[in-house]
């Protein structure tokens, strides 16, 4: 892999970067360029002398490449200098055995990640990197800030070092959390450590952030208030494990300890695991990480996504129940509420569809002729199975539309006499600013259409969602501890003018208002 060049090169010692190779994203969705609910990012942390801790996370973050497909990176600390490595693509495309290799330590931070503050460069990968009064910093960042404009005009009235202000190379909020807690001083101008900047700094961080940083000696892990998104403690013999699902524990053998508590920052060292508390605890935990981020084989909350999922299908079959044949699903999140609307309607359950395992990043942009028919290439319906059956075809969410749009109409090409749609979340209506990219508001199909009109914008002989309570009934999890704001717009915190949210808030001066424009200056600022 090369170095990169002077004007992308990561401020490292010695620098392992490099070069942008493409967009890196693995399209999860069944036509070409159509983008669904994209994923949130995955990260994981792990302080074990004695272990291959490279390896180790290389692994880890295998088990969350789901979560973000765009680029991947390992931070290691061999107690005197941390090492980076980062690039573009999947976490088996960005490493090997050479560059795992030259990653020698005990400690590690990894990162996979999916944008949702600042644009799909090799700037913006993670663990993003800093040097301290102290030492260094490396941070990774699932989840996404509200105050971002805020913590810009904060990183710009850090102390000058030199004459000159903290430079900020990247254009995301992980990367200005990374330099707050690399640049605060007490009353006297004294440089912190970054556990008494992390007492200072995370209370004023607002939005979704599930924290694993270390500097050359610790690993650090902290999850906001609202533990919005998951974060977990693990056991190794030699060591500990932080990271995004409890999946990635299972991967690399490491026991469940328990989940990191929402408004904790916890330190593990030669010394052992200490935790304190930044803030008071206020569940709101994201609901759609059982109904579709999160992979079936993790817990949150002491909840197993699955059966989740599952139960899901069950509750789905007794509010929209379907005469007919055959219940399919749409391969492979669908599944899981496709086996529970089965076992409920006593409607057998079938393989309808084949995906192909293969189907991943392409550079081959397809012509619009092409593009129509590229659901095949993700997609093939068993004509034997479906032709002249009465479908019930169950998905876990509708954003746009328009994949469930073409998987109609191929189906009745294939000769499916009916097709009913069934999902097993509710109307999406609302954005996400805390971690997940959905379409903005007005591209959502269900903000504007009623459930009758969208069944028949998408060709279907009947479409039904399930209902709020069903969904969350379903997860077992109080509803007043779960955010569903993308269903119903109750967001769990208040959110700030919409000109100071957007992924490429610190990208451009086009934003109205004087904040913004002080925030993109703050991030340009020599």
Known sequence: MQNAPDSERCTISPTLGGVPRGDGRLNHDLLPGEKGPQDACGVFGVWAPGEEVAKLTYFGLYALQHRGQESAGIAVSNGSQILVFKDMGLVSQVFDETSLGSLQGHIAVGHARYSTTGASVWENAQPTFRATAHGSIALGHNGNLVNTAQLAEMVADLPKENGRSPKVAATNDTDLVTALLAGQRDDEGQPLTIEEAAAK????????????????????????????????????????????????????????????????????????????????????????????????DTDIAGRNVYLSRVEMGRRLAKEAPAEADLVIATPESGTPAAIGYAEASGIPFGAGLVKNAYVGRTFIQPSQTIRQLGIRLKLNPLKEVIKGKRLVVVDDSIVRGNTQRALVRMLREAGAAEVHIRISSPPVKWPCFFGIDFATRAELIANGMTIEEIGTSLGADSLSYISIDGMIEATTIAKPNLCRACFDGEYPMDLPDPELLGKQLLETELAAGPAATAAADAIRRP
């Open 201 to 296: 700094v995370l209370p004023q961080v607002q939005g979704a952030f599930s924290l694993v940083f270390m500097n050359e000696h610790t690993l650090y892990a902290a999850r906001d208030p609202q533990g919005i998104r998951p974060l977990v403690l693990g056991r190794l013999e030699r060591g500990w494990v932080i990271a995004s699902e409890s999946a990635a524990l299972d991967i690399c053998g490491a026991s469940y300890v328990r989940e990191i508590e929402p408004g904790e920052f916890v330190a593990i060292d030669e010394n052992g695991l200490r935790s304190s508390r930044f803030a008071e605890a206020k569940p709101k935990g994201c609901v759609f990480e059982y109904v579709y981020l999160a992979r079936p």
